[in-house]
């Protein structure tokens, strides 16, 4: 299922419950117009989303649960409950969250991978820094991914991607390298998979309608507060 994904693109269909696009059949219908632009597969949150995006387009599917406990910072698929809802729903690829940080429950990274090793579903470990990257791949993942680079307290935080660490990871790994995280134009994707990203996943810039308007609003925005404060009727 992996090689499905080599050198291409990843959409990342998801909305939260208090986003316009929420609901899972929104969200098919999203993974359809994606595939419909070529992207190799899809990473979608929630067994509801996967079940209805696995019906609408044939690609590898992507699973994860976003979801929060109060005792734990981990909220991307963080126990092995929602391992198991996604093994129901279909996943074909299983992300989760492989930071070192404790999980709900006293859940351990090991219990969620030994679960995944021995499931149908390939597993893909996401990470912060290269460190966890390193460790998940001793632990046997499928994959790993760049995707929680900034959001851990003791990652490096920047605007952009991270590409430092999917260039180190890439080159110390044997196991597939995925980035994601901030990317946001077509020439962070050239550049990811040039410094050796097996695929790449881009979400908000191309399936989160209301960020992308935000941007073109604020340079509208500019030019009316430049231009003395005469705006013209909307």
Known sequence: MLEKLHLGLIVSCQALPDE????????ARMAAAAAEGGAVGIRANGAADVRAIKR??????IGIVKRNYPDSAVYITPTLGEIEELLDAGADI?????????????????QIID???ASPAASMADISTLEEALYAESLGVGCVSTTLSGYTPYSRQQEGPNLELLELAAQRL???VIAEGRISQPAQ?????GLGAYAVVVGSAITRPQLITRQFAAAARKVRM?????????
Do not use: W, Y
Not at 103 to 108: A, E, F, H, Q
Not at 189 to 193: K, Q, R, T, Y
Not at 226 to 234: I, S, T, V
């Open 20 to 27: 316009p696009l929420h609901g899972p059949e929104i969200m």
């Open 56 to 61: 609408a387009v044939s690609l590898p599917v």
């Open 94 to 110: 299983i992300a989760f969250d492989a930071t070192r940080q404790s999980r709900p429950g006293n859940c351990t990274l090991e």
């Open 115 to 117: 679960l995944l090793n």
């Open 174 to 176: 044997k196991i597939p």
């Open 189 to 193: 994707v050239e550049a990811a998979l």
């Open 226 to 234: 430049n231009n003395n404060g005469n705006e013209r009727p909307n």
